[in-house]
Antibody
Framework: EVQLLESGGGLVQPGGSLRLSCAAS????????MSWVRQAPGKGLEWVST????????YYADSVKGRFTISRDNSKNTLYMQMNSLRAEDTAVYYC?????????WGQGTLVAVSS | EIVMTQSPATLSVSPGERATLSCRAS??????LAWYQQKPGQAPRLLIY???TRATGIPARFSGSGSGTEFTLTISSLQSEDFAVYYC?????FGQGTKVEIK
């Protein structure tokens, strides 16, 4: 069965940085587009970013453009999200998900809390 | 940008009854719609894609219908494990969710 395991979340001060990772297994990682989706406490789902299978194409929500960078290492079957200039409104559980038009598998999520 | 709007926000249903959830797109999206179920403390799970195709392992009591701008998720006979929040999604846009709670 497909597995996606996020890590790297935590408490960070406003203006700080974090790097999230998502380790993938049980599927051919570089064949798939991958995405990050977040969920603020008590709120709905918000698409954040998507990367093509090769890594050559990247896409961002306006709310994070210029601050977040998605990347992947296909040799390590791992997806990343570098998050800079973090704001309080970035506080959320961050999920990695397989796909783009449809998210067919999701990780368990990692909590990012931005607070002083 | 296409906006997805779900209704109602909360649906109170007794176990064994039918639940009907609605999702509307601000413009036509053909059949490019997915539904997800999310239970407290868990990640979302894909239920339906292409508006009406059940994902692998999803029970037959879940069905999706619609095309264009109007879509429906029907749960034919609610089981205890079905009480959750349901989201519709088109491409990178999610609806705000419908919470299905026990009546």
């Amino acid at each position: 069965e497909v597995q996606l395991l996020e890590s790297g979340g935590g408490l960070v001060q406003p203006g700080g940085s974090l790097r999230l990772s998502c380790a993938a297994s049980e599927f051919t990682f570089d064949n798939y587009v991958m995405s990050w989706v977040r969920q603020a406490p008590g709120k709905g789902l918000e698409w954040v970013s998507t990367i093509s299978g090769s890594g050559s194409g990247t896409y961002y929500a306006d709310s994070v453009k210029g601050r977040f960078t998605i990347s992947r290492d296909n040799s390590k079957n791992t997806l990343y999200m570098q998050m800079n200039s973090l704001r309080a409104e970035d506080t959320a559980v961050y999920y990695c998900a397989r796909g783009d038009y449809t998210f067919d598998w999701w990780g368990q999520g990692t909590l990012v809390a931005v607070s002083s | 940008e296409i906006v997805m709007t779900q209704s109602p926000a909360t649906l109170s249903v007794s176990p064994g009854e039918r639940a009907t959830l609605s999702c509307r797109a601000s413009q036509s999206i053909n059949s490019n719609l997915a539904w997800y179920q999310q239970k407290p403390g868990q990640a979302p799970r894909l239920l339906i894609y292409g508006a009406s195709t059940r994902a692998t392992g999803i029970p037959a009591r879940f069905s999706g219908s619609g095309s264009g701008t109007e879509f429906t998720l029907t749960i034919s006979s609610l089981q205890s494990e079905d009480f959750a929040v349901y989201y519709c999604q088109h491409f990178r846009s999610f609806g705000q969710g419908t919470k299905v709670e026990i009546k």
